[in-house]
Structures are given as C-alpha cells and as structure tokens.
C-alpha cells in the first residue's frame, strides 16, 4: 500500500502542527517565541516551532494537575481508559502514513523504517498498554484474620516526560501509553530536533476523547522546557530517555526541587559478541551490520562494539563489510533508502569527531569515514567500520550514536565477558554462539538489563527494556513498565 505513495507531493501538503498544546488546545509559546524545525534531508526549514520555556511547562502542569485533581481521567474505570487507548492506537494506525512522513522530514529515517517499523510499534505500544490495563488485580496482604490490608496501585499524579530525536515518536508512546494507561496526566517534551509527531498525536489524543489537560506537549529546548520540568514543584515523576549527561542532570534537579520520582534510559556501548562456533555466521554478520547501521546508528543499544573471536575474525569482518555496503546512506523518502541522514549538523559533525579520533588514536579504518551527500543540504554519514580497535579507544567508550563500528578480538569467553563489562554502560549485549551452556553463562555474567543471544533485537514490547550502570534505571515497555507510573498504597483495616 505504501509503496505507491509519492512523498514528496505528500509532503508538499501537509498541514504541520506547530503550537504547544495544552489544556486541549494549540497555543503559542507564552513568550511569543519560536524555533526553526529544520530537517536533515535537505536543510529545508519544516516550520517554526512554538519555543516553550518555564512559563509554557508551568502552564502545562498547572492543567495537567487540575485534570488529574478533577478525575476525568483517573477516575476513570480503567476499562474506559483502555476504550479511549485502544481509539488513540487505532487514529494512529490511521494516519500512519502522515506521522510516518513527519518523523522522516523531522529527522531523517528512511521512510520504510518510519512507516513499517516505528509507527507501527507506536499503535502497538498504546494498544497493549490500553488491553493491559484493565487485566490488573492488586493485593491482599496475609494479616492475621483481625485485619484486611489492602496494597493498591495508584497513579503518581503528573507525569514530566522529557524525550530524544532518535525514535521520536516511539520513545515518547513508551512513556505516555504507560503512564496513560494508569491514569496520569502527561506533560511531554520531545527533543527541540523533532517535535512534530508529538504535536500531531496531541490532536488525536483529543479525537480519542481523551480529556483536555490529560496530556499536553511542551516542545522547546532542554535547558529551558526541559529543565522547567525537571525542577517543577508540581511534577510527580519524570522519565527520561537521552544521553547519560543529561539523564544525571535530572537527578539533580529532583533533589533541588521536589524530590520527584525519577527514571532514566541514557546510553548505551552494545557488546556484540560473535564466537567462532555461531550456527549460522551469515546471520550473525546480519545482525552485526543491521545493529550499528539501521537509523544511521541513532539508537541507544546500538551493537556498536562488534567482539568477535579471532579464529574468525578475518572471515567474519569480510562479511559485516560486504553488508555495510547496502546501506549506502540515500534519500530517505525513498521506499528503497536503507540508511537515511543523522538527525542534524551537530550529531553529523559530532560523530565526524569520533571517527578523526578513531584514526588518531590508531584504529585501522577498514570501511567508509566519509560525509556524503552534502550537494543535497543534508547531512549524511558513509557506513563506517574500525578494525584492531582497543577497548580504551575512546571510540570504544563514548556513545558514538553514528553508523560507526569498532571491531575487538578476543581468544576465550572470560577475555569476551571481561571486554563487553568494560564500559560504563549496560544497556544490551548480544551473544552468538551454538553452545547453550556457555550462552547461558556469558549472559548472566553481563551487567546489561537486555541480552540477546543468537538475534539482534531485544523483544518487542512484551519485554522490559532498560540499562545497568549508567545507562540509567527504570524500565520501559512491558508491564514493569507500569512500576514507574505508579505508586503502592497499604490500606490496613483493623475488623475486629
Ligand atoms: P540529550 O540527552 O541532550 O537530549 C535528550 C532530551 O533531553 C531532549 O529532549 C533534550 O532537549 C533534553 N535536554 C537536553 N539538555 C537538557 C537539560 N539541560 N535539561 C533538561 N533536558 C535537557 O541528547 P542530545 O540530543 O544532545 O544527543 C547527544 C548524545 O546523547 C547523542 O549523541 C547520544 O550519544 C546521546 N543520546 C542518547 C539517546 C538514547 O536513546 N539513549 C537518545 C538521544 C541522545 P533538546 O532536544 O531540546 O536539547
């Protein structure tokens, strides 16, 4: 169906929502300001973006409250709320093609991956958090007959979700269908680089009839918008999902301000870990390309060391270049592009940076290292492989989020186990091997909050997701989700 969209024509008429919305309704920034959306396929400016700061979140937080106060939606039986998610997941399968070509415009995924990967998860995720929520009993305490103790779930109040431009609209729905579906109300920030699909799914929060002040988009900058809501007095919890740096600064603000509740997805340096007797090295050489090269590397378990056992390592590494080379980077509102542009010039330059540094340092540039594409205003990255990496390298340690892979040897399991625990991060590993034993092992000898073995992608959203060290704490997806957006009440009832 989508192949025969024409996209450009699509883009050329879409009606771009720009405004904060708040209580319901589209509003300009208190401050009358704005900011250029510009898109990364070309350089063209997609609209002028309300810019809202501390005035525009207190706004939002105010109605978010009174929502919350008013019990429109908390109240609600949770069988209502799920009627209403299940809507809201079904407008956006709807208007899937016009979400996907926003995210495209926005930050540069190839439009096959918006339309068949994200968006789809996207009405996944709100409808398996809507079924969800109405499946959920809570407890009974075992006191002795002279009392009932009651331990119920209650939602935490308002909701500051401050969110990445990586999978924009995705890593929003992670936290807003989730905290939703138990009755919060949500005050969302999505990254100044793409804010446009959060506005769009605003409006159909709405058609859904999910009620004003329920859920509110503040888009804008993070040390303004951002910070506004990690420091509000009136924000009951706030989840966040971006870089380490930024996650710790929320840490900080709670304890400046209200001592609110805080969850953090931040970094990840994914260990890809290939053993010379994996069964099939075809796929595991697929996966290793798919896993740092799918979103131009913008992904936070992105399989961005490749340890591969040195018996294999000419042969393998052969592979992983072979497959490097389908992923070109072309246009992405092309239905055939594999790999479209970095979100922006400052992500594009900043991962040039690690790529002179990989040099510098003595890395063996074995693929790619080039911008291209430049003659078309945007900003593209070559597929970009490193070979004789250390693990010290600095493009072994930092979070590159670019297409760039550091290939390490190692000779036994424990070399293997001892370099994928070398890093300060622990978001994914991912293990292939034929033998079960050591499998099972290696993976719980991982400080990571996911391993893969024998496969690439950690599950879909039945399974939580979430890091060690400091790739923060907290768990999206699942129902451990519902953790965060909750809070655990003891009612003890003394009956005679
Ligand atoms: P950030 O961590 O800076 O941004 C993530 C979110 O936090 C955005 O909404 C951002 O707003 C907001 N933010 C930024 N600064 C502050 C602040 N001082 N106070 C409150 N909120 C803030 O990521 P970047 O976009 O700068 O990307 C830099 C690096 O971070 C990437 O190269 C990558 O390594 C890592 N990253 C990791 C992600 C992950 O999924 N784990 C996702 C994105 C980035 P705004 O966009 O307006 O600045």
Not at 9 to 31: H, P, Y
Not at 445 to 468: C, Q, S
Request: glycine share 10%; net charge neutral.
């Amino acid at each position: 169906m989508s192949a025969a969209i024409d996209w450009r024509t699509m883009a050329e008429r879409l009606n771009i929502r720009d405004q904060a919305f708040i209580n319901g309704a589209f509003v300009d920034a208190a401050s009358g300001a704005t900011f250029e959306c510009v898109s990364p396929v070309d350089g063209a400016v997609l609209a002028r973006v309300a810019a809202g700061d501390a005035e525009d979140v207190d706004r939002a937080v105010k109605a978010a409250r009174a929502a919350f106060e008013k019990g429109v939606w908390a109240d609600l039986a949770p069988k209502a709320r799920k009627r209403t998610l299940i809507k809201l997941a079904d407008l956006i399968a709807k208007n899937a093609d016009e979400l996907a070509l926003l995210e495209t415009l926005d930050m540069g995924k190839p439009i096959m991956n918006s339309r068949n990967a994200d968006m789809r998860a996207v009405a996944e995720c709100v409808r398996w958090y809507g079924e969800a929520i109405d499946k959920l009993y809570d407890e009974i305490a075992p006191t002795p007959k002279t009392a009932l103790a009651l331990i119920t779930r209650e939602p935490m109040g308002v909701v500051g979700a401050v969110t990445p431009w990586n999978f924009p609209l995705l890593m929003a729905a992670w936290k807003f269908a989730p905290a939703l579906a138990a009755g919060n109300s949500v005050v969302l920030k999505p990254a100044e680089q793409s804010p446009l699909t959060a506005l769009r799914v605003a409006e159909l929060t709405s058609e859904a009839g999910i009620p004003p002040g329920v859920f509110n988009v503040v888009p804008g900058f993070g040390e303004t918008a951002g910070q506004a809501l990690g420091r509000h007095m009136d924000v009951d919890v706030v989840t966040f999902t971006g870089s380490t740096e930024v996650g710790k600064l929320f840490l900080k603000y709670a304890g400046e301000s209200n001592m609110k509740a805080v969850s953090l997805e931040c970094g990840g340096k994914t260990p890809n870990i290939v053993f010379a007797d994996t069964p099939d090295l075809d796929a595991a050489a697929q996966g290793a390309a798919d896993g740092i090269f799918y979103n131009s590397g913008q992904v936070c378990d992105a399989a961005s060391r490749l340890l591969v056992e040195d018996k294999i390592h000419d042969a393998f590494l052969a592979k992983v270049s072979a497959l490097a080379d389908k992923y070109q980077p072309g246009d992405p509102l092309s239905d055939k592009t594999r790999m479209g542009s970095m979100v922006d010039k400052t992500q594009t330059d900043r991962v040039l940076s690690f790529i002179a540094k990989g040099k510098s340092e003595g890395a063996s540039l074995a693929v790619g290292g080039r911008q291209v594409r430049q003659e078309t205003g945007g900003f593209y990255i070559e597929p970009t492989i490193f070979d004789r990496v250390g693990n010290q390298m600095t493009i072994a340690r930092e979070e590159i989020f670019g297409p760039v892979l550091s290939t390490i040897v190692f000779k036994t399991p424990e070399e293997a186990i001892k370099l994928a625990n070398d890093s300060k991060y622990g978001l994914e590993a991912n293990l292939w091997t034929n033998d079960l034993t050591k499998a099972h092992r290696i993976a719980r000898a991982l400080r990571v909050g996911t391993v893969t073995i024998n496969g690439r992608d950690g599950g879909g959203i039945e399974v939580p997701f979430g890091g060690y060290k400091q790739s923060g704490f907290g768990r999206d997806k699942s129902l451990h989700a519902l953790a965060k957006y909750t809070q655990l009440k003891t009612t003890y009832i003394n009956v005679g």
